[in-house]
């Protein structure tokens, strides 16, 4: 196994929807020994630290729920990114997934200085397609992919350097999609992969095809890990749970074969709501899925206690 350099990157943000507990979440992953697991399998580790949002001289929105919190985090993010990709393979541990409306644009800039195109994994619940315009609830974590892909609505972030077409977008996990997102993601081509089809036809296939797009492109892959894409029943700390999600093992597995494919550039781990949680089991969780991404083998694995 190629030995990386890793750069955890804590990303306290909880200002993408109105339930507060993912700025938890940073410490939650360090407590859980994120950093030992990655360590022991030979990686090269450094904790950067938690990044704060940048100051954003904007007034609240009437809708949308922290507006400027989310842009100040955007400006942040995408600059991180930049700045640390170069070094090794970022892992931005969240905060809620609105933080991918940074990390993804930073990537895509990153990757568009390299002369390579820029494309991302969601495993999630949701499609997160929305548009400040069309989100019904206001929280902006439902609104990163819509924006890192260009869509209309987002005059007050930051203009994106790089825009990731949708059909360089790929999604697993779906169950909760509003049937308008669903349009425009299909008229679009992203790959949809929702747990109807999973359930039919296994998470392998998906998976694989997508990641043969990236290789075919000679692209970079972003992976965004939601705990919301893992069902409730074995990842309770998230506040948008969704039954019918993917077991551990499916999960495991998908981790296997990114890491199989060498492809990975760069990791969100979001959505992980420390307040939520059953004696840390989902941190855990989410610590073991992040290992088998970074190599660690099924024979590998540690007996957990709870």
């Known amino acids: ?30 407590v859980a020994g994120l950093e030992q697991a990655l360590r022991d399998l030979g990686h ?7 990044i704060q949002p940048d100051p954003v001289d904007l007034p609240e929105h009437p809708h949308l729920f922290a507006l400027p919190e989310c842009i100040g985090w955007t400006r942040a993010l995408e600059r991180t990114a930049q700045e640390i990709a170069h070094q090794g393979v970022p892992i931005f541990m969240g905060g809620d997934h609105a933080l991918s409306l940074g990390t993804v644009a930073g990537m895509a800039a990153h990757a568009d200085q390299m002369g390579r195109p820029l494309f991302v994994l969601w495993l999630d619940a949701h499609s997160d397609f929305h548009t400040p315009d069309s989100t019904g609830s206001g929280n902006l974590h439902g609104t990163p992919v819509a924006y890192f892909t260009g869509q209309p609505g987002f005059d007050a972030f930051p203009a994106l350097t790089k825009v990731v077409p ?8 779906l169950r909760s999609v509003d049937p308008a997102e669903r349009a425009a993601l299909e008229k679009d081509h992203a790959m949809l992969a929702d747990m109807r089809s999973i359930d039919e036809h296994g998470i392998k296939a998906p998976l694989i095809a ?7 492109a000679n692209g970079l892959l972003h992976v965004s890990l939601d705990v919301d894409f893992l069902d409730p029943a074995i990842a309770p700390a998230v506040g948008t749970t969704v039954p019918g999600g993917a077991t551990e093992r499916e999960a495991h597995l998908a981790m296997e074969l990114l890491h199989e ?20 089991r989902t941190a855990k969780l989410m610590v073991d899925l992040t290992a088998s991404l970074m190599g660690r083998r099924i024979f590998d694995r540690p007996t957990r206690s709870f």
């Open 166 to 173: 949708t059909n360089r977008v790929g999604m697993i996990g």
């Open 210 to 216: 997508f990641l043969e797009k990236v290789r075919a």
């Open 44 to 50: 090269t580790v450094t904790d950067i630290g938690d």
């Open 261 to 280: 494919s060498g492809l990975v550039s760069s990791l969100d781990l979001v959505e992980l709501n420390p307040f939520l949680d059953e004696r840390g």
């Open 1 to 30: 196994m190629d030995n990386k350099t890793l750069l955890l990157t804590g990303v306290p943000m909880d200002a993408g929807k109105q339930r507060q507990g993912c700025r938890m979440g940073p410490d939650a992953y360090r």
